[in-house]
């Protein structure tokens, strides 16, 4: 009976063991997993290297990135706005006239050199209208440019992380120094849930705020012709002057953009490492993770404030 007894506690054992490991390479499989596919978004999601899509994103021209929206957006401009563009340059163009002759003490002291300088303004205005697009162009190409050269510097070995030889690492790590702590494990793929979320989330924002950006654009180029037909009236020449600014504001927000992914590439990278330095302090371990969750946040606040940071920086409103 001893020899049976003995032989059942240890078939109990053995029953109670295979469970034991069983739910321990769940957690830490579902742990390690979540941090893999988290890194993968990181390095394929949020890279801005080359031929990437938010670094495609970024340096496209409004003309290059959709032919067929640019058609669209084009023929609106050209087609449909542009009248109303010149029926606006005329009325300014008849009011600077009349506003020229009356400033000749109601007309005791004529020059002719005002028809000169109205002549001037006309010429002025109807080359601005007719080239509004390419005006357009030539101003995100600043921004482009600069973006550019940008992504060039940054765009280095950051992202250079092998995905899946890190989640091994970190599942052997579980599995080799807690593997009789169910706790630190729950722990673990509850942070590992949480990191993995917010880098999708992340990543949507940044996603969205890229193309945002682009629609804004096409928005501005669309009406371009009416703030372009102002530049010749002091009093209305802020409304050209404020669309300027807001043009330059949009070409230049992809190189904000730029710095803040550099900067979180740079950050979530090392608090990357720092995790799999510290896999036998649970608590450095722990502060390695809230670090890759905290920078992910920030990078969410830092993007949606790009446009506003941009626009602050031409005074564009």
Request: glycine fraction near 6%; charged fraction near 15%; aromatic fraction near 10%.
């Amino acid at each position: 009976m001893g020899a049976v007894a003995d032989a059942v506690d240890d078939m109990i054992d053995g029953v109670v063991d295979a469970i034991e490991t069983a739910i321990t390479k769940m957690l830490a499989g579902g742990a390690s997993s979540m941090i893999q596919e988290s890194l993968s978004l990181f390095k394929s999601g949020l890279n801005i290297g080359k031929g990437s899509t938010i670094g495609s994103g970024l340096t496209t021209m409004p003309n290059e990135y959709n032919l067929s929206v640019w058609g669209i957006v084009h023929k609106i401009c050209t087609e449909i706005v542009a009248p109303f563009g010149g029926m606006i340059l005329v009325i300014i163009l008849l009011y600077e006239l009349l506003s020229m002759v009356m400033e000749g003490n109601n007309f005791r002291e004529f020059d002719t050199a005002i028809f000169f300088k109205w002549i001037f303004k006309a010429l002025c205005g109807i080359i601005l209208i007719s080239h509004t697009t390419d005006i357009i162009i030539g101003l995100f190409s600043l921004g482009n440019n600069v973006t550019q050269l940008a992504l060039k510097e940054v765009s280095t070995d950051m992202l250079d992380l092998d995905v899946n030889t890190i989640a091994s690492q970190i599942y052997d790590m579980l599995l080799d120094e807690h593997k009789a702590d169910w706790g630190i494990l729950i722990v673990f793929l509850l942070f590992s849930f949480v990191m993995f979320l917010v880098m999708l989330i992340s990543l949507v924002i940044v996603m969205l705020v890229v193309i945002s950006r682009l629609i804004e654009a096409f928005m501005y180029i669309a009406v371009a012709p009416i703030p372009m037909s102002t530049f010749m009236n002091k009093e209305w020449g802020n409304i050209g002057t404020n669309w300027i600014r807001n043009i330059l504001a949009l070409a230049f927000q992809g190189l904000f953009i730029v710095v803040a992914l550099g900067v979180f590439q740079a950050m979530f990278t090392s608090s990357v490492q720092g995790l799999i330095a510290n896999s036998k302090d649970t608590t450095k371990m722990y502060l390695s993770m809230v670090n890759c969750i905290v920078w992910s946040i920030a990078l969410c606040f830092t993007i949606f404030k790009s446009s506003s940071i941009s626009k602050s920086i031409f005074n564009a409103h």
